[in-house]
């Protein structure tokens, strides 16, 4: 069984909207802070939305104002809605815990694609 499923990608152009998803094996996010990172083609994973047990979020920099993440416990399920994309923001997108620490750094998700682009 994967510990992350990741859904919700496509290809948007500039200025657009997507809502990721992600669904958690074993109430993960119930215990575990719960992030949304990215990998573009060439660059390293990085962090682009956190949310904490206390219910505060965080952002990078570069997403900040137009990225929201949110959390259904119940589902044990995260949500990351993007809001005016740009190209930049092209990468495969995954789900983890926060920090992605330990065995849970070892095994990520397949991730879901976005692609920006005009």
């Known amino acids: 069984q994967a510990r992350f499923v990741e859904s919700g990608g496509g290809w948007v152009q500039p200025g657009g909207s997507l809502r990721l998803s992600c669904a958690a094996a074993?109430?993960?996010?119930?215990?575990?802070?719960a992030g949304w990172y990215r990998q573009a083609p060439g660059k390293p994973r990085e962090s682009v939305a956190i949310a904490l047990l206390n219910g505060e979020t965080r952002y990078g920099d570069s997403v900040k104002g137009r990225f929201t993440i949110s959390k259904d416990s119940a589902k044990n399920t995260i949500y990351l809605q993007m809001t005016d994309l740009k190209d930049e923001d092209t990468a495969m997108y995954y789900c983890?815990?926060?920090?992605?620490?330990?065995?849970?750094?070892?095994?990520w998700g397949q991730g879901t694609q976005v692609t920006v682009s005009s």
């Open positions: 074993d109430s993960l996010f119930t215990n575990y802070h």
């Open positions: 983890n815990v926060h920090p992605p620490l330990g065995p849970f750094g070892k095994v």
